[in-house]
């Protein structure tokens, strides 16, 4: 069996109508509005094993989440709207399953998804490859000196590696993942309960709090192309 059967056999399950690009078919999965109306832990949790599509042209690009961050908008010093609505953080506010795309050290950008309650959102840290990985790397490789660093789960295993492999920018901010043909959220993998490791997030700073240490880090045990793995939070 070829590389490509084997890559189409996987996806059919799931997308039956790839090969056709039925538009009427991809409205017809998408996650909607109930989905991420829900309280954002309960989201994040849900978010892993579903597949995060991307659109590029006529060539569909399909990722399987597996790894994401919970930030709350009223007590979370960590979250970017922890001091309220912004200009930078708008999309924080609005209607749940909306794109916030932010800058990082003025060149990386991150991706968010809106939730519960106003100003609560999370953070996709990392997605699986199911499809049309070719391009995901084409697309890493325009931000990387070396062909060479973009191999194995190097490719989309952290916020910014996902946004370059996927060609999400700042202009993709307030997207509605709902309505739009560019990028949306579809069913996957169902995940296991006892599959779901929960630990702190990366990279928060002491300015944080208590917040620095608590448990909204979710992804999934096993899975290779998670970030960085909580070895003490996989032995409890």
């Known amino acids: 069996m070829s590389k490509r059967s084997a890559t189409t056999q996987r996806a059919s399950k799931y997308f039956k109508a790839e090969e056709g690009n039925s538009a ?8 909607l509005g109930k989905f991420f109306e829900n309280n954002c832990e309960k989201v994040a949790k849900a978010l892993l094993g579903k597949f995060l599509v991307r659109r590029i042209g006529d060539k ?3 990722c399987k989440i597996v790894e994401v961050e919970s930030y709350f908008a009223s007590e979370d010093k960590a979250s970017h709207s922890y001091n309220g609505q912004t200009r930078r953080n708008e999309a924080m506010f609005m209607k749940p399953g909306t794109l916030y795309v932010y800058v990082t050290y003025g060149m990386y950008h991150c991706t968010n998804i809106s939730c519960g ?3 609560d959102a999370v953070l996709i840290r990392a997605v699986e490859p199911i499809t049309n990985t070719q391009i995901m790397t084409q697309c890493r490789s325009k931000h990387s000196k ?5 191999v194995g789960t190097n490719i989309s295993n952290g916020p910014s590696k996902l946004c370059q492999a996927l060609h999400i920018e700042k202009s993709m901010d307030k997207l509605n993942l ?3 043909d560019e990028l949306w959220l579809e069913n996957g993998d169902a995940v296991p309960e006892e599959q779901i490791i929960c630990c702190k997030r990366i990279g928060l700073s002491k300015r944080s709090g208590v917040w620095q240490n608590k448990p909204f880090r979710f992804y ?6 998670v970030s960085v793995r909580d070895k003490p939070a996989e032995s409890t």
């Open 24 to 31: 009427k078919c991809e409205m017809s999965k998408k996650l």
């Open 220 to 225: 999934i045990k096993g899975n290779k192309f």
């Open 178 to 180: 709902m309505t739009s």
């Open 146 to 150: 070396s062909a060479k660093e973009i």
């Open 117 to 119: 309650g106003p100003g």
């Open 60 to 62: 569909r690009i399909t």
